[in-house]
Structures are given as C-alpha cells and as structure tokens.
C-alpha cells in the first residue's frame, strides 16, 4: 500500500516549451503533496507543497510562474515547467502522507527532466 | 533555521564491520527524524523513523536531544546495504520533510 505514481519517468524537451509532470496516490487519498529537486549527487531539495484545492505554496526562491503546480482532486497533483530551460533540467520527485504507512511519506519514482 | 547536516559524503566500510551514519538537525520545534534509503535506480523509501524506536534491516538510530542527532547505526554490514541515506526531519507546524545532503554507504566486500 500507499503507492506514489509518477509520469513520465523521463522526458526530453526543448527550451521554451511546457512540460507537465504528473503525481498520482493510487491507494490513498492526499490532501497534501510535496515537489521536490534533485541535482545529480545533491540532496533532494523542496520545491513546493501541493494542497488540493487550493493554491500551492513555494520554497523561497522558487519561481511559481515556471513551476506550475495544479492539485485538483485528492489523488493527482501536477507540475509543469512552463518555458524550459536547460537549467531545468533536473530529477524532480513527488511526495505524499499516507495513513497506509502512519502518515509517513511515500515517494514517487522520480522524472528525469532534460532540457536541449 | 532548520538544517539536516550530514557531514559525510561517502562512507566506505567492509563486509561485516560496523556502520555509522551521523546526522545532525536544527530545530527550533519538536523534531520528529527519519532515515530514508535510495538503492541503485530505486525511488527514496522510508528506513526508520525515531518515534517508532524499531530496527530494520539491522538498522538502528537514537534521537539524541541534548547532542540534535539522529546517527545511523548497524553493527554489522552487508554489501546489499549500499545505497544512498538520506536524513530527513518534518517539521511538526508546516508537515514539510527536510532532508540532508545524504551520505553515500559503500560496503566492500
């Protein structure tokens, strides 16, 4: 139980256009995800919380206007970077509370973002 | 602020000797820890969490209040152990998981 799905695992893009990622809890309902950002061989740092129905709220220095997020119904929440850049380009990670597991977090398998 | 510090980069150990992971935190609320461990092209997944006070995989880890660490023991290690570990703190007023920079355990055989 409490299995994150993340779409697509990898993505290649060109500079200037969107990517939209998805996150999904296929066994649980989350009214909170949580985006992050991991560099290679860095930690993984959070981007933004995701609540559903409302308006996500951001770490300092992430820009919301690229980093899209929607939360729309209790089981997916979105991130699309609008007008990528190769700076985007990064492995980025979605993560839930799940009662499943104690409202411990369960992790998404990741997407790789590349950027050309 | 809140701060996961995890001082090594690599740790590098033979088959059957003793681990240590350390982890220090920083933070002004009541701290609730985690280890997460990464294996080779898996996703993060959850080790151990202090209120829990259990052992997995051999794994054991204390949080020390007074020192604000949280290290990562196990007395003997296997080479399936290496992978990535990841010390994460949640902050108890926002839910936000805050990891460290992760410390990589390679266990020789």
């Known amino acids: 139980g409490a299995v994150v799905s993340q779409h697509p695992s990898w993505v290649i893009c060109k500079s200037g256009t969107s990517v939209k990622i998805e996150c999904r809890s296929l066994?649980?309902?989350?009214?909170?995800m949580f985006w992050y950002r991991q560099f290679p061989k860095q930690s993984l740092m959070l981007m933004a919380t995701?609540?559903?129905?409302?308006?996500?709220?951001?770490e300092q220095g992430v820009e919301k206007d690229k980093f899209l997020i929607n939360h729309a119904s209790l089981t997916l929440s979105t991130l699309t970077v609008t007008s990528a850049h190769p700076e985007d380009s990064s492995f980025y990670i979605c993560?839930?509370?799940?009662?499943?597991?104690?409202?411990?977090?369960?992790f998404g398998s990741g997407t790789r973002l590349t950027v050309v | 602020a809140q701060r996961v510090t995890q001082p090594e980069k690599l740790l590098s150990v033979f088959k059957g000797a003793p681990v240590e992971l350390k982890c220090n935190y920083s933070?002004?609320?009541?701290?609730?820890l985690f280890w997460y461990v990464q294996y080779s092209r898996q996703r993060l997944q959850l080790l151990l969490r202090?209120?829990s006070r259990e052992s997995i995989k051999g794994f054991t880890a204390d949080l020390n209040k007074g020192e604000t660490s949280f290290h990562l023991k196990k007395p003997f290690a296997q080479e399936e152990d290496s992978a990535m570990y990841y010390c994460?703190?949640?902050?108890?007023?926002?839910?936000?998981?805050?990891f460290g920079s992760g410390t990589r355990l390679l266990v020789r055989p």
């Open positions: 994460a703190l949640l902050m108890d007023s926002s839910y936000k998981l805050i």
């Open positions: 933070y002004s609320g009541s701290p609730e």
């Open positions: 995701s609540n559903e129905g409302s308006k996500a709220t951001y």
């Open positions: 066994d649980f309902q989350a009214t909170t």
């Open positions: 202090h209120i």
């Open positions: 993560s839930a509370r799940s009662p499943l597991v104690g409202y411990g977090y369960t």
